[in-house]
C-alpha cells in the first residue's frame, strides 16, 4: 500500500506539553506534507518537506524526515488547547497525487 | 486572495439520484482535486484536474466523474447514488499538479444518502 500510517491513532496531553506523532510508509516518495483538519471540517497544510531536506520548523511545529527508515514525525511544542485536532501526512510519489495516511487524532487538555 | 469554494456545503440525497457538487479555486490555481473523506476509508483520492485536463484518478466506480472549466472551477458528479457514498467531498486547489505543493483545501460538501 501506497498510504502512511501515523501513530499513534490518538494522543491526548494537557496544554503546555509537547505532542508528536508519526508518519511510516513503504515505497521512496517525492515528498511529504502534513495537514491538520478540525472537526470534519477542510484540512489545512502545516508543512511540505522534500526527499532531500531532513528538518522543518514552522513556528511551533517542527517536521523531521528519515528516508533510509521511511518514517516522518511532527512535533507540537508547547501544546494550546486550539491544536486539538486531527494530524494527517500526506505522501507525494514522484510529484503524483497525494495520498493521504489514516490520520492521528489529538486532544489537548486546558 | 480569497480560499478555495464549495457548494453546496450540505446536502441530503435518496439513493438512486444523481448529484453534483461544486468547487472554485484559489485564483490563478489551475490544479483542482477531489478527495472523499468517511469514518471506515479515510481521505480516499477521488481524481485531479489540471488546465481542463484530467491528470490522476484514484479507484473509484465509473458514476464518479469530474470535469473542469476554463476559469479552473471544477465539478464533480456521482451518478446512482449508494448509501455508502455518503461522506465529506473535499476539493484542493494548487500551483501545479499533482503533489509537487500544497493543496488548499475548501470546507467540503457535506452529502448524506438516504
Same mark, same amino acid.
Given at each position: 500500500?501506497?498510504?502512511?500510517?501515523?501513530?499513534?491513532?490518538?494522543?491526548?496531553?494537557?496544554?503546555?506539553?509537547?505532542?508528536?506523532?508519526?508518519?511510516?510508509?513503504?515505497?521512496?516518495?517525492?515528498?511529504?506534507?502534513?495537514?491538520?483538519?478540525?472537526?470534519?471540517?477542510?484540512?489545512?497544510?502545516?508543512?511540505?518537506?522534500?526527499?532531500?531536506?531532513?528538518?522543518?520548523?514552522?513556528?511551533?511545529?517542527?517536521?523531521?524526515?528519515?528516508?533510509?527508515?521511511?518514517?516522518?514525525?511532527?512535533?507540537?511544542?508547547?501544546?494550546?488547547?486550539?491544536?486539538?485536532?486531527?494530524?494527517?501526512?500526506?505522501?507525494?510519489?514522484?510529484?503524483?497525487?497525494?495520498?493521504?495516511?489514516?490520520?492521528?487524532?489529538?486532544?489537548?487538555?486546558? | 486572495?480569497?480560499?478555495? *469554494? +464549495?457548494?453546496?456545503?450540505?446536502?441530503?440525497?435518496? #439513493?438512486?439520484?444523481?448529484?453534483?457538487? /461544486?468547487? @472554485?479555486?484559489?485564483?490563478?490555481?489551475?490544479?483542482?482535486?477531489?478527495?472523499?473523506?468517511?469514518?471506515?476509508?479515510?481521505?480516499?483520492?477521488?481524481?485531479?484536474?489540471?488546465?481542463? *485536463? +484530467?491528470?490522476?484518478?484514484?479507484?473509484?466506480?465509473? #458514476?464518479?466523474?469530474?470535469?473542469?472549466? /476554463?476559469? @479552473?472551477?471544477?465539478?464533480?458528479?456521482?451518478?446512482?447514488?449508494?448509501?455508502?457514498?455518503?461522506?465529506?467531498?473535499?476539493?484542493?486547489?494548487?500551483?501545479?499538479?499533482?503533489?509537487?505543493?500544497?493543496?488548499?483545501?475548501?470546507?467540503?460538501?457535506?452529502?448524506?444518502?438516504?
Amino acid at each position: 500500500s501506497q498510504q502512511g500510517e501515523e501513530d499513534p491513532q490518538a494522543l491526548s496531553i494537557q496544554e503546555g506539553e509537547n505532542a508528536t506523532m508519526n508518519c511510516s510508509y513503504k515505497t521512496s516518495i517525492n515528498n511529504l506534507q502534513w495537514y491538520r483538519q478540525n472537526s470534519g471540517r477542510g484540512l489545512v497544510h502545516l508543512i511540505l518537506i522534500r526527499s532531500n531536506e531532513r528538518e522543518k520548523h514552522s513556528g511551533r511545529l517542527r517536521v523531521t524526515l528519515d528516508t533510509s527508515k521511511k518514517s516522518s514525525s511532527l512535533l507540537i511544542t508547547a501544546s494550546r488547547a486550539a491544536d486539538t485536532a486531527s494530524y494527517f501526512c500526506a505522501l507525494s510519489y514522484n510529484t503524483d497525487k497525494l495520498i493521504f495516511g489514516t490520520g492521528t487524532r489529538l486532544q489537548v487538555f486546558p | 486572495k480569497a480560499g478555495v *469554494t +464549495q457548494t453546496p456545503r450540505y446536502l441530503i440525497k435518496t #439513493r438512486g439520484q444523481q448529484v453534483t457538487l /461544486s468547487c @472554485s479555486p484559489i485564483s490563478g490555481h489551475r490544479s483542482v482535486s477531489w478527495y472523499q473523506q468517511t469514518p471506515g476509508q479515510g481521505l480516499q483520492f477521488l481524481f485531479e484536474y489540471f488546465s481542463e *485536463t +484530467q491528470r490522476n484518478k484514484g479507484n473509484f466506480p465509473g #458514476r464518479f466523474s469530474g470535469r473542469q472549466f /476554463s476559469n @479552473s472551477r471544477s465539478e464533480m458528479n456521482v451518478s446512482t447514488l449508494e448509501l455508502g457514498d455518503s461522506a465529506l467531498y473535499l476539493c484542493a486547489s494548487s500551483s501545479s499538479s499533482g503533489g509537487a505543493h500544497e493543496q488548499y483545501f475548501g470546507p467540503g460538501t457535506r452529502l448524506t444518502v438516504t
